[in-house]
Each structure stands twice: as structure tokens, then as C-alpha cells.
């Protein structure tokens, strides 16, 4: 199966995105260096939505791959198929951003089998090539071409992981989960729901967080909190969409979501 990724296109809309630091300039100064960028940080935590920002604010298409344990280096170069009879290759989603010079997001890159880091070297260092080995061709990356990878270092484990000698191949940025001034005002822009009303979501939110690792596998994503503050904004009860958006997605354990029900009695009254 090819892996097509999926693309936004040139002239899009930027989604909100509400800066935590200078991380919108180290992604511009990289796109204009023709530098490859690696994002670093827990899942939710808006990694995703600022590579879909800034592409909009470079006025570039972008390509998303979420990587998975079957995604092949073919799958993002392409492969041969057949077409009415016919054989003829179709690129696959990276191969068509080289071309473009289009932005190329790899999301969760080590989910992906090894071959794909070993496609991704070349384009990586200064000599910005996509050799394709089934079609003879060495593609120069257009001069806006630009690859970003994103991965979970607190979720992956000694199997999955990034190799120094790949981690080194790129600038690198961590990300967290926003302080709880700037995560009120997030989500209060995206669910319309009132930054007094959504504060005890992010109080709330701080505490499932602390409990990463113990109890919970992950903690509590800002775009959770955001699904949570749209439901009580379109009038569901609290409660009901604290369990519907913060409890019941974090764990199948009844002993451990009685235990997080306990904490938002403790935090709502």
C-alpha cells in the first residue's frame, strides 16, 4: 500500500498557534537555510499544529506522514504500479515534497522501519539529495524544500529510538506542554468557551500530568483539553465531559478512573 501522506496546500489559512518561545524563528531561519528541523516533545503538546502554522506562514504546501511499524522507505519514495495495464511509477509523498520544494512532515518518525532514516540521510546533510534507486534518478532538492521529523522521547523505549548519528543530522527544538497561562488562552481561542471557565480544565490537566508514568502512560494533550472546553461549550455537563474528553481516553483501568474521578471532585468542588 503507498503511503500518501497528507497535503495542505500553498496559500492555506495558518491555524492558531500561540508561540511558547522563539520557536517560530528557529523554524524560519531553517526553512531559509535549507536546514532539516527535529521536534522533540510529548504527545499533544502542539507539535503537529505548528508545522501546519508555519507552513502556512511560509506560503509553502506540506506533506504529513504519520509514521507506523509497516511504513517503508518506499512508501515515502514511491513505487511502481499498475495502471491499465500498464507499469508506471508514482512518487511517494517525500519524493513529490523534493520536487516541489514543498515542507515534508515526518510525524513520530521512529514508529517508522530503519530503512526509512537511511533514505532520510542524504537529504539531511549538505548535499540535500533523494537518490531512487528503482528509477536510476538523484534528485536535488528544490531550493524551499524542507524536512521536519517529530518524535516522543518520554514515550519511546530502547527499541525506538533515534540513533545519535541521526539525531545530529538535525536542528532540534523540545517542546512541552504550554504554562497554564498560555494553555487557558489556546484553548479558550479554539473551543470559544471563557478563559475563567476553561482554567480549572488546565488546573485539572497540571495534576493528570503528574501522575505520567505512575498511573497513567500519558498525561492529559492540550487538544484533549480543547475537545473537554467544546463540549461544555456547546452545553454538555462538566463532569460528563471531563469523563468523556480527560478520564476515559487516558486509561481502560475502573481502579485508576475511579482514582482520577476522586482528583476532579478534588479540583471542581
Known sequence: MVMEGSIKK?????????????????????????????LKGPTGCGKTRFVAHMAAQLNRPLYTVACHDDLSAADLIGRYLLKGGETVWADGPLT???????????????????DVTVVLHPLTDDRRI?????????????????????????????????KPSTRQRFLSIEFDFPAPEQETAI????SGLSADRVAPLVRLAG????LRGQDLEEGVSTRLLVYCATLIHQGMPVERAILAAMIEPLTDDEDVKRGLLDLVTAVFG
Open 187 to 190: 484553548v479558550a481561542t479554539e
Open 130 to 162: 533523494l537518490p531512487i534507486d528503482r528509477t536510476g534518478e538523484e534528485l536535488v532538492a528544490a531550493p524551499e524544500f524542507m524536512l521536519i521529523a517529530s518524535y516522543n522521547p518520554g514515550y519511546q523505549n530502547i527499541l525506538k529510538t533515534l
Open 10 to 38: 500553498e496559500g492555506a489559512a495558518a491555524p492558531f498557534y500561540l508561540p511558547q518561545s522563539d520557536e517560530c524563528e528557529i523554524f524560519a531561519a531553517a526553512h531559509s537555510n535549507g536546514l532539516p528541523l527535529l
Open 96 to 114: 513529490r515534497a523534493v520536487r516541489a520544494g514543498a515542507l515534508c512532515y515526518l510525524d513520530e518518525v521512529v514508529e517508522a522501519r530503519k
Open 207 to 210: 495534576k493528570l500530568r503528574g
